[in-house]
C-alpha cells in the first residue's frame, strides 16, 4: 500500500542546534522539493532526474525568489529508504524559526505536516519493518540508560521479530496439517496424532515461558530498578537522596516528617538505571496527611525491585524500625546504618540475622558521606548485567507485546488441557489459531488499525 500523499516534519529537537533536518516523504517529495530548491547558479533542479542517495548543495528560496537559508538536500528514492517511499531530508541551518519557514513553504506548496510517527508508521505499513520493531524505535529515542538502548537496537534488529515468526510457523505447521486431514480423511490419518501434538505444545509453552519470565528483566531494563527508601521519620532518608544524587534535591529539617509524599529521581549506577523513590517515614500517627504518604509508603515497597532501609544508628532499634524491616523483608536490598559520625548504638553485628537473609548491611553517613562509595561499587556490582546476551536472548520491554504473550499462553494451556481430557483432534485447531492470532499482534500480522493508530500518535514529530 503507497499513500498518494507527501508528508513533511522537522525531524530534529526543536531546541536551536547548528544543523536541523527537514524530512519529505511520499510518491511527489522529490518534486515538492524541487520547487524551492535551487543550485549555487540560481538555477532551480529537478531532483527526479538525479541517482538515489546522493547529495546536493543549494539554496531553499520562495515563490517571490527571496532566498531563505543554504542547504544540503540528501535523496532517497524508494524502497531504500525509511519509510520505503521516495524521501528528501533538507538538512538547514539550525533555529526553530528557520525550520519552520521551510517547512511552511513545503506546506504552502501541497505538502502535508506528517502526524506523530507518521514516518515509522509508513515504514510499518509498507513492509520495510514489522510492529515490535517499530516500537523499538521509540524505546531506543526514549532509552535512559545503555542496557536499555542496547536491548531496544537489538529488537530493531528484528530478534523478537525472527522469534515470534520462528513460533507462529510452528504452530501453523500443525494448523495445515490438521486442515488437510479433515478434508482428506481417507488419504490424511490423524491417528496418533495428539501424542505429537503433545510434544509441539510442550516446547511451545516452553519458548512462551521463557520470553514472559524474561520480560520481568525487560521491564527492569527500560525502567529501571524501583528502589524505595524506606526508614522512620528523621532517620535521614531525604539526606540520603540528596546524597547519592549529589545534590540538594530533597527538603533536609530536624522536624520529624517532613516528606509526607514520594519523591522520585533516576540515577545512574554504572550502566544501569535506578528510580529513586523517596518515601514518607513509617510510624503511628494520627495526622491525617501523613498517614495518606506513609500508606503509599508502604504500598511502594510491595512493588520494589530493591529497598534501601535506613536506620538511625545513634539510637536503638525501635518496633518502628522491626515494623519497617519487616514490611521489606522478602524484597531484596541494603540496610544502611546512618549518623555514623555519631556515636553509634546500632552495630553491624547486632544485625546480622537479617544480613543473612537477602540484606547487606552497611555503615552509611548521609552527612560526611562515608560509605558512599562502598554502596555504589555494591550497587554496580549486584546490578551489573553483563550475563544478558540481547544477540542470543529476547526481552520483551513492552506491555502490549507482553499481554499478547500472557494471551498467547492461556491459549496453549487450554489446548493441553483438551489434549490430556481426549477431545477429538479436530478441535484443536480453535485453541492454534488463537495462539497464532495472539502471536501475530506483537509483529503486527493480525493487528487492528485501531491498536495501529494508538501506538504512533505517541511518537514524536518526524519520526
Not at 531546541?15 to 510518491?27: A, D, L, P
Not at 540560481?42 to 548543495?57: A, G, S
Not at 513492509?127 to 536491548?151: C, F, P, T, W, Y
Not at 519487616?326 to 537479617?354: F, R
Request: aromatic content about 6%; charged content about 30%.
Amino acid at each position: 500500500m503507497f499513500y498518494h500523499d507527501t508528508i513533511a516534519a522537522i525531524a530534529t529537537s526543536s531546541k536551536n542546534g547548528s544543523i536541523s533536518v527537514i524530512r519529505v516523504s511520499g510518491e511527489e517529495s522529490f518534486s515538492f522539493v524541487s520547487k524551492i530548491f535551487y543550485n549555487s547558479n540560481n538555477e532551480n533542479i529537478d531532483l527526479n532526474l538525479c541517482e538515489t542517495h546522493t547529495v546536493h548543495y543549494g539554496y531553499i528560496k520562495n515563490a517571490e525568489g527571496d532566498l531563505l537559508d543554504e542547504v544540503l538536500v540528501l535523496l532517497m528514492k524508494a524502497p531504500r529508504s525509511y519509510t520505503a517511499e521516495d524521501t528528501v531530508e533538507i538538512q538547514c541551518h539550525g533555529g526553530s524559526f528557520i525550520c519552520r519557514a521551510i517547512l511552511n513553504l513545503l506546506i504552502e506548496n501541497g505538502v502535508r505536516v506528517a502526524e506523530p510517527g507518521e514516518f515509522t508508521k509508513r515504514a510499518f505499513l509498507h513492509g520495510r519493518i514489522d510492529l515490535s520493531q517499530a516500537e523499538s524505535v521509540k524505546d531506543v529515542i526514549q532509552s535512559k540508560s545503555k542496557i536499555a538502548l542496547e536491548n531496544s537496537l537489538s529488537q530493531l534488529r528484528g530478534n523478537v521479530k525472527e522469534k515470534i515468526t520462528e513460533l507462529r510457523d510452528m504452530i501453523l505447521v500443525d494448523i495445515c496439517t490438521l486442515e488437510a486431514a479433515l478434508d482428506d480423511p481417507e488419504h490424511l490419518s490423524l491417528d496418533g496424532y495428539s501424542s505429537m501434538m503433545s510434544e509441539h505444545v510442550d516446547l511451545l509453552q516452553k519458548e512462551v515461558a521463557h520470553l514472559l519470565k524474561n520480560s520481568e528483566n525487560g521491564r527492569i531494563i527500560r525502567e529501571g530498578i524501583k528502589t524505595v527508601i524506606i526508614g522512620k521519620p528523621n532517620v535521614g532518608k531525604s539526606s540520603f537522596l540528596n546524597c547519592i544524587l549529589r545534590e540538594n534535591r530533597a527538603i533536609v529539617t530536624d522536624i520529624p516528617g517532613t516528606t509526607r509524599d514520594t519523591l522520585e529521581e533516576e540515577l545512574m549506577i554504572g550502566d544501569t538505571l535506578l528510580q529513586l523513590i523517596d518515601t514518607a517515614g513509617i510510624h503511628d500517627t494520627e495526622d491525617t496527611i501523613e498517614n495518606i504518604g506513609i500508606e503509599k509508603a508502604k504500598k511502594s515497597v510491595k512493588e520494589a525491585d530493591f529497598v534501601i532501609c535506613i536506620l538511625d544508628s545513634s539510637d536503638k532499634l525501635s518496633e518502628d524500625d522491626i515494623f519497617i524491616l519487616k514490611q521489606a523483608e522478602h524484597v531484596p536490598g541494603v540496610i544502611l546504618l546512618n549518623k555514623s559520625d555519631l556515636d553509634s548504638v546500632i552495630l553491624p553485628e547486632q544485625m546480622k540475622e537479617y544480613e543473612e537473609g537477602n540484606k547487606k548491611v552497611m555503615v552509611f553517613s548521609a552527612a560526611t558521606g562515608q560509605g558512599l562509595t562502598e554502596l555504589e561499587e555494591y550497587l554496580n556490582e549486584l546490578f551489573c548485567q553483563d550475563e544478558i546476551d540481547y544477540e542470543k536472548d529476547i526481552y520483551i520491554t513492552n506491555h502490549r507485546q507482553k499481554q499478547a504473550l500472557v494471551d498467547t499462553a492461556e491459549s496453549l494451556n487450554q489446548l493441553r488441557e483438551g489434549i490430556e481430557s481426549g477431545v477429538p483432534e479436530d478441535l484443536y485447531s480453535i485453541d492454534l489459531y488463537n495462539a497464532y492470532e495472539s502471536l501475530g499482534k506483537i509483529i503486527g500480522k493480525t493487528v487492528e488499525d485501531d491498536i495501529v493508530d494508538k501506538i504512533f500518535k505517541d511518537f514524536c514529530m518526524g519520526k
